[in-house]
C-alpha cells in the first residue's frame, strides 16, 4: 500500500506543479486531492508545490482523520472528501484560474459555448459563495455538481472531479478555456454567443464514450480530446 501511495502522491505533486506552470493557480492557492482506496492523498495547505518531496506525503481517511505525513491538509479538506463520499472520484482538482472565476462572478451556468460542455455532464453550474474552507462551501460544491463532474465556484474557482488525476485536471484546463471562450464571445457589443442545444450535448456525450483509441487515451498515453 505504501509503494501505491508514494506513485500517487508522485503523480498528484506533478499535477499541482502543472496547474501553476499552466496558470491555473498563484502561489499556494487551489488544491489537488487523489483517492487510493479509503485513503485520500492531498496538498498540504500552504506549502509551495515545488518544495514538496516524497516526505511530505499527506494523507486522511474519509472522516478526514490524518493518517500519514506532518504536513497539514489544505483547508479545503471539507470540499474533497465531500466530493469522494458523495461520487466514484478517485480524484479532485480545485484551481482559481483566472477566466473561470471572472465567470463565476456573472453568471449562474456557464452557457453551453462548446461541445466539450458534455464532458462535464453539461452545462457548469455556478455554486453560491461560501467561505473557503467551510462545511457550507462543500454542500454548495456538491449541489452544483449534481449530475456534474465540474462546477464554479462563486468568486472562488473551480472544482473539478475525475476517475484520475490525468482526466480532472485535462477538464480543469477545459474548463477554464471554455470559461475564456465565453467572455471573449460575450464581450462583443450588440452580439449574443450562440449555444449549443440539450440535445446536442447528449450526442456529443454519447460519441465521447467512445472517442479515441479504445481504451480512454490516445497512442502516447494521453489523455483523449476529441477535436
Partial sequence: MRRTWDDAWRELVDTARRTVADGLVVGTSGNVSARVGDTVLVTPSGVPYDL?????????????????????????????????????????????????????????????????????????????????????????????????TGCLLRNHGTLVYGDGLRQAYDHTAQLEWMCRVWLAAASVPGRTPALLPAGELD?????????????????????????
Fill in 52 to 148: 514538496l518531496g516524497p516526505g511530505d506525503l499527506c494523507a486522511v481517511d474519509l472522516g478526514g482523520r490524518q493518517v500519514a505525513g506532518e504536513l497539514r491538509p489544505t483547508s479545503e479538506l471539507p470540499m474533497h472528501l465531500a466530493v469522494y463520499r458523495a461520487t466514484g472520484a478517485a480524484a479532485v482538482v480545485h484551481t482559481h484560474a483566472v477566466h473561470a472565476t471572472a465567470v463565476s462572478t456573472l453568471v449562474e451556468e456557464l452557457p453551453a459555448v462548446h461541445y466539450m460542455t458534455a464532458a462535464l455532464g453539461g452545462p457548469v453550474r455556478v455554486a453560491p459563495y461560501a467561505t473557503y474552507g467551510s462545511a457550507e462551501l462543500a454542500a454548495h460544491a456538491l449541489e452544483a455538481l449534481r449530475d456534474r
Fill in 203 to 227: 450526442r456529443v456525450a454519447e460519441r465521447l464514450r467512445g472517442y479515441g483509441q479504445g481504451d480512454g487515451q490516445d497512442g502516447r498515453g494521453a489523455e483523449r480530446r476529441p477535436g
